[in-house]
Structures are given as C-alpha cells and as structure tokens.
C-alpha cells in the first residue's frame, strides 16, 4: 500500500513537471495530475498483470538462445531487456492516450506527445526510484 502510494506521488509530482515543460501536454491543475496518476497506476497494475505472459513466453524463447558460443548470451541478455522495455514503453504510450480520452482537464495534443510523455516518466521514475533507492514500484 505504501508502494502504491509513492507511486501515486512520484507519477503525480512527474505529470506536473512534463506539463510544464512538454508543449501539447496540458493538465488543468495538480488535482488533475493526481487523478491521471492514480488511473495511470490502477490501469498500468492491470495490464501489466495482461501482458505478463507474453514478456514470458518471449524471454523464454530469447533465452533459448544463450545456449550459442559467443553471441547467444548477447541476443538473450539483450532481447529480455528490449521485449520488457518496449512491452513497458507502449503501455505507457496507450495508456496516457487513453487516459486523455477520459478525462475533460488532461489533453495531449498528438499520439508524437503521448510518446515523448511516455519517455520523459519513464526517465523520471528511473531517476527518482534511483535516488530513494526504492526497487520494486
């Protein structure tokens, strides 16, 4: 539950500063960015449970190759990394266009921002988790 609520903070603190200084993302008010940070959350725990088999069944079939000399560890190690980032990555992306859909006081003005949205949380909950040391949010 804490977990959950730090998220909340940190995606809330996160949507305010990308709204600031992300032309063509525009929140109304901090209250706004709490509500699209608890529905980005909720719906990001959901498809996340979704999509867990397929990052599953993908890895798995990437590990297959770390049994080839010299390459192979490369292609898995590497694969993993890039399935979970893209899976995670488009997620974020749908979700955010999504969510503008829904909501009156949140409008973003192209599916180009929801993209540079999408990578500027992800570097922000890369950074902020980093610095508090928390893993596993």
Known sequence: MVQALITIIINTAAFVGISKFLPGFQIKNEKTAAAIAVAYSILGYILGIVTFPLVAIVTIGLAMFAFIPIIGPLIAGAGIFV???????????????????????????????????????????????????????
């Open 83 to 137: 399935t979970v980032f893209l899976v995670s990555f488009v997620l974020s992306v749908v979700l955010l266009m999504a969510i503008d859909k829904f909501l009156e006081d949140f409008k973003m003005e192209s599916p180009l921002v929801a993209v540079k949205a999408a990578l500027a949380l992800g570097i922000i909950n890369v950074v902020v988790r980093g610095v508090l040391g928390v893993v596993g949010i």
